[in-house]
């Protein structure tokens, strides 16, 4: 298993997103067990191109210090909702050989799901912790409304697992006694 952290970078990391402070607690409390039990964290980062405000080298960019990665952890670029838009990242997990990923960040109906979508699609397992993604009020519905939506509707018995903080980490913790 994997933990894949999304886009929780510094100009989206913001109170205004839903559940803002339960967001940042619970992938603490993942990354957290997942750096105990030898989980492999891997971090991926959205780049919307030079000029944009929103590139490497702006501090927008930048992923917020709450959950950034230590040490050697790997860090990918993508330029696309999905984190399979980035080649180095489908090509590390391909030689990697692990079946399952557990995918955290934001925002849920952007590169959350397209992620998810594209893991399906690839064949992996997909693990969605319960209250580990989030987005913003959208003209349609509250980031509240959005979040229970994919969690609840779109994801489970289709395209992921979504199980609750604590199935997760009791996942995390099992991996190590393989």
């Not at 934001?106 to 594209?118: E, M």
Request: hydrophobic fraction near 40%.
């Amino acid at each position: 298993m994997k933990l894949i952290v999304i886009d929780m970078q510094k100009a989206i990391m913001v109170e205004e997103l839903y559940n803002y402070c339960g967001l940042v607690d619970n992938v603490v409390k993942l990354l957290e067990t997942a750096r105990e039990n030898g989980i492999e964290v891997i971090y991926v980062q959205h780049d919307d191109g030079p000029g944009s405000g929103f590139t490497q080298g702006d501090e927008a960019f930048e992923i917020a210090d709450e959950v950034a990665p230590r040490g050697s952890e790997k860090v990918f670029f993508k330029k696309i909702n999905s984190a399979f838009g980035d080649r180095d990242f489908t090509a590390y997990l391909e030689a990697a050989k692990d079946d399952t990923l557990m995918i955290v960040g934001l925002q849920t109906n952007y590169c959350i799901d397209a992620t998810v979508k594209s893991a399906f699609d690839r064949g992996y397992r997909v693990i969605l912790p319960e209250g580990t993604n989030s987005t913003f009020d959208n003209p349609y519905m509250t980031g509240e409304k959005t979040c229970e939506y994919y969690f609840k509707m779109i994801w489970p018995k289709r395209f992921a697992e979504c199980v609750s903080m604590d199935e997760a980490l009791e996942m995390l913790r099992k991996q190590n006694r393989k």
